[in-house]
């Protein structure tokens, strides 16, 4: 990450559209957008489950998600397993629950509904983020296909290339211009070899990725440059306690019913605090992790920009925490793309206050007072490490420009360090 951050510029037009008057500060609602049931009609006073297609609703409990949607349907899987991994707002976006329903036109009307809902998190259940390997490292997916899939761009329909995950940070970029920050979580496609050979085959080495890691999408190739950093792609299949079978068994016979982990890194996010990052944060909700990963592996992953998890004593833990966002970005951390968030709401937050008052000299140095006070409490609660800016004001357009340059919290990520070792009676230092 670079050592300073590009400026946050922000327009204050005396209109009340001009800006957003209702921008919440980074919150932990999370929206989950999966089927819902297909077959007999539910249990209840609504006998169409179809009914309920692309409207957003809260949930508290996992009965009435079975009373509307089903306890066949991904949304009570969903539903489930975000509990379990420790959501807590929860809400549930469905889709068709036809299996011939086209996924991708689906899921953007999905994310197109969710503007009045203002989600901070959203997880397409059961999505990959990469095109299907099989064991023999071949592409099988069909669907979406390449420049095939439709993409949300300012609310019309474009050809993307690489369907679900670029669909996905569009949707999210969108929502982020015109609400608070939103943030996409998108796991793998389950791998069919969970072997060693299998593993070597699908995830490679940092310095030769396998198939699995070449079939991500290229970030530097999405239509809309920079939407990567609104989304983050997480590597692990895990195990649930007390789940039903699921699209992610894969046919296997074992009773061991497992996710993508997306939704398990979605609950950390919503409990891990602003400037902190997941990596290294114990990930809750999670049994058993199908498979591990060796150094090399890792490191092959974070290389395409790829969360992992790794399991120590019964532990499992985020190894890295990079967004999608392209080589090179100030945004290539999670922390990072959230930290931004917040200093941008304060900005517009103080601007609220001020627009419809006239350009005096006295509101405009009350104006500049206020962002100085809004910066220093963000340097003061550790969020920024640094932070400059100036305003400059446009009386014919009544407008005022904020230019801002800050320096965010830095995640620690690695610790160098030296050991000495002084045995007493011996002459003898070792140092490592």
Same mark, same amino acid.
């Given at each position: ?53 692309g ?18 349907s991904?949304?009570?899987e ?6 379990y991994?420790?959501c ?9 629950g ?7 036109a ?83 496609e389950?791998?069919? =070899?969970?072997?060693? %050979? &299998? +593993? @070597? ?5 940092? /310095?030769? !990725? ?7 999408p ?5 239509v ?20 039903g079978?699921w ?14 982990? =997306?939704?398990?890194? %979605? &609950? +950390? @996010? ?5 400037? /902190?990052? !997941? ?16 150094r090399?592996?890792t ?37 990072t ?7 941008? /709401?304060m ?15 006295e509101t ?46 830095w ?22």
């Amino acid at each position: 990450m670079a050592a300073t951050m590009p400026g946050i510029n922000t327009t204050l037009l005396d209109t009340f559209s001009a800006l957003d008057v209702s921008r919440d500060a980074f919150g932990d609602r999370v929206v989950i957008v999966a089927r819902t049931g297909t077959g007999a009609a539910p249990v209840g006073p609504d006998t169409n489950y179809d009914n309920h297609v692309g409207e957003a609703k809260h949930y508290t409990n996992l009965a009435d998600v079975a009373t509307i949607h089903g306890t066949g349907s991904e949304l009570y899987e969903a539903f489930y397993h975000a509990q379990y991994a420790g959501c807590t707002d929860i809400w549930l976006c469905p889709i068709s629950g036809t299996a011939a329903a086209d996924r991708s036109a689906d899921l953007i009307a999905a994310y197109e509904s969710l503007y009045a809902v203002r989600p901070s998190i959203i997880v397409p259940y059961g999505r990959g983020a990469q095109i299907d390997i099989d064991a023999d490292g071949v592409i099988t997916r069909t669907v979406p296909q390449f420049g095939a899939s439709p993409q949300f761009t300012d609310g019309a329909y474009a050809e993307s290339a690489y369907g679900y995950l670029e669909d996905l940070a569009d949707a999210c970029a969108d929502l982020s211009n015109t609400e608070r920050i939103c943030i996409g979580i998108m796991g793998f496609e389950a791998l069919d =070899a969970i072997t060693s %050979a &299998g +593993l @070597i085959t699908a995830i490679g080495t940092e /310095d030769s !990725p396998g198939t699995a890691l070449t079939a991500l999408p290229d970030v530097d190739t999405f239509v809309v440059p920079g939407n990567g950093k609104y989304v983050n792609v997480i590597l692990g299949e895990v195990e649930t306690a007390g789940m039903g079978p699921w699209a992610w068994r894969r046919g296997l016979t074992t009773s061991f019913y497992r996710s993508n982990a =997306a939704l398990n890194y %979605a &609950g +950390l @996010i919503c409990r891990t605090a602003i400037p /902190d990052a !997941p990596t290294n944060k114990v990930v809750n909700g999670i049994s058993n992790v199908a498979f591990r990963l060796s150094r090399n592996q890792t490191l092959a992953c974070i290389s395409k920009n790829v969360v992992t998890l790794n399991i120590n004593n019964g532990i499992t833990r985020v190894d890295d925490s990079p967004s999608y966002a392209e080589f090179g970005s100030d945004y290539q951390r999670l922390s990072t793309v959230r930290i931004m968030a917040v200093v941008d /709401d304060m900005v517009r937050r103080v601007g609220n206050t001020f627009i419809g008052r006239g350009m005096r000299l006295e509101t405009r140095n009350s104006f500049i007072t206020a962002l100085s006070s809004g910066f220093e409490n963000l340097m003061s609660a550790g969020i920024l490490l640094e932070a400059d800016f100036r305003v400059r004001f446009d009386g014919p357009t009544y407008t005022a420009y904020v230019d801002a340059l800050v320096v965010p919290a830095w995640e620690l990520r690695r610790i160098e360090f030296t050991v000495r070792v002084t045995f007493q009676g011996i002459n003898s230092n070792t140092t490592s």
